[in-house]
């Protein structure tokens, strides 16, 4: 089975923090997301990678910024965090031509 | 860039009933379109999808239209189960892998 984990479940940060966000697949999949999932906005994307030390803006990349060293892990950073960065950040990985495999999910919240 | 509309944003159905769920999407050259389950608590989790070749796929209680002319596809769901309660996402992609663009998502609940 393919696995996507993201670092933490639940995250409290305070307003200015520098935030990571780490997500490791296990699947050797090229590509790999970063979304943003508020309540009836549905998935926004981020970043994405479809290779290592590739990474490319997606819709909402302001205050984001993400690092690719690794195949399998792709990380979200938030350099200053705000509170309108309060949401649930979803990773996901796919290889070329299949579906996505979404994380659990972590809830952030920028107080 | 690609626009995914979703409706309706909430639907209540009673067991055993059909459920619909419609998208809209803008961009002509997209070919691929999946449909996500999301349980309370977890990632969303592909239930079918449908590629730009073809009309219509069926998977049990599950099926998805397309029409590509109209810019349209919907996900139906008969014999409603409990456990068919979640929220459910529709995307657009220019192909399987690339990056989805996702409608705003609908809440389905089933009353038994």
């Known amino acids: 089975d393919v696995k996507v984990t993201q670092s933490s479940r639940y995250l409290v940060k305070r307003t200015g923090e520098k935030v990571f966000l780490e997500c490791v697949q296990d699947?050797?999949?090229?590509?790999m997301f970063w979304y943003r999932q508020d309540p009836g906005l549905g998935l926004r994307l981020i970043y994405f990678?479809?290779?290592?030390?590739?990474?490319e803006k997606g819709d909402i990349p302001e205050g984001y910024s993400v690092s690719r060293e690794k195949k399998e892990r792709f990380s979200l950073i938030l350099e200053s965090a705000s509170t309108n960065q309060t949401s649930m950040y979803l990773c996901?990985?796919?290889?070329?031509?299949?579906?996505?495999?979404f994380g659990p999910g972590t809830r952030l919240t920028v107080t | 860039g690609e626009n995914v509309e979703q409706h309706p944003s909430t639907l209540s159905v009673q067991e055993g009933d059909s459920a619909v769920i419609k998208c809209t999407y803008s961009?002509?050259?997209?070919?691929?379109f999946p449909w996500y389950k999301q349980e309370l608590g977890k990632g969303p989790q592909l239930i079918i999808d449908?590629?730009?070749?073809?009309g219509e796929k069926k998977d049990q209680r599950i099926a998805v239209t397309l029409n590509k002319t109209a810019k349209h596809f919907s996900l139906h769901i008969t014999e409603t189960q409990p456990e068919d309660s979640a929220v459910y996402f529709c995307?657009?992609?220019?192909?399987?892998?690339?990056?989805?663009?996702f409608g705003g998502g609908t809440r389905v609940l089933v009353k038994p």
């Open positions: 990678s479809y290779d290592v030390k590739m990474k």
């Open positions: 995307a657009a992609s220019k192909a399987a892998g690339n990056k989805l663009t």
């Open positions: 449908i590629r730009s070749n073809v």
């Open positions: 961009d002509s050259a997209s070919n691929y």
């Open positions: 699947m050797d999949h090229e590509n």
């Open positions: 996901a990985s796919s290889s070329y031509r299949s579906e996505q495999y």
